[in-house]
């Protein structure tokens, strides 16, 4: 199991977020940058597993997006292109009205 912790509240969003950046957790303004996040992600299958957050800049402002089943279908999609086949975990946590902030992790 990854060392970082998957947030379930805002609120233990907002204290992952004051972490840092780190060899688990990296933070993506956006699914925009879905296909720098599946490097990512893919580098922490090789480790020890990971966290990435899409909707956080990078110096930690988690301000969410706006997220459709189009969105998470998206994500999906890019994890089903991993060779092995690999586990990812979505979740979602609302920031703000009409933002969420999307949680991909692995083991």
Do not use: W, Y
């Not at 233990?12 to 957790?25: D, F, I, S």
């Not at 956006?30 to 020890?48: D, H, I, R, W, Y």
């Not at 990971?50 to 459709?68: I, N």
């Amino acid at each position: 199991m990854t060392a970082v912790r998957i947030p379930a509240s805002a609120k233990q969003l907002t204290a992952l977020v004051k972490e840092g950046e780190g060899p688990a957790l990296e933070f993506k303004r956006s699914t925009g940058e879905l296909k720098e996040a599946m490097q990512t992600l893919c580098a922490f299958l090789n480790g020890s597993g990971g966290v990435v957050l899409f909707g956080v800049r990078p110096e930690g402002a988690g301000e969410g997006q706006e997220v459709s089943d189009q969105t998470l279908r998206d994500i999906a999609q890019a994890a089903d292109r991993f060779e092995p086949p690999a586990h990812l975990s979505i979740h979602r946590v609302k920031v703000k009205i009409g933002r969420e902030v999307v949680i991909a992790a692995v083991d």
